[in-house]
């Protein structure tokens, strides 16, 4: 992780955007860390970046795992058995 301080990436924050998109930029202020500068080299690395930092996403996965351990959930295979019984209906 590139390390740069505040005042250096307020002068050349273009460049550094561009750095960030293959690695993460460690800000510091003071010497101490203050944040950190991820880039985005498409939309759909913006949209993954949403969605595993999403605490609502991250609830309804934890909530589906625990599901699944306690034996809740539907396997794969007998999905696949159950489409294919609808289609033939």
């Known amino acids: 992780m ?33 944040g950190v500068l991820t880039g985005f080299s498409s939309e759909d690395e913006w949209f993954d970046y949403q969605l595993e930092n999403d605490p609502r996403f991250l609830k309804r996965i ?11 959930g539907v396997k794969l295979k007998d999905v696949s058995t159950a489409k294919k019984r609808r289609t033939k209906e």
């Open 2 to 34: 590139k390390k740069v301080a505040l005042t250096e990436l307020k002068d050349y924050l273009s460049r550094y955007l561009r750095l960030a998109e293959k690695e993460q930029i460690l800000i510091t202020r003071h010497g101490r860390p203050a």
């Open 62 to 72: 934890e909530k589906a795992r625990s599901s699944l351990q306690s034996g809740q």
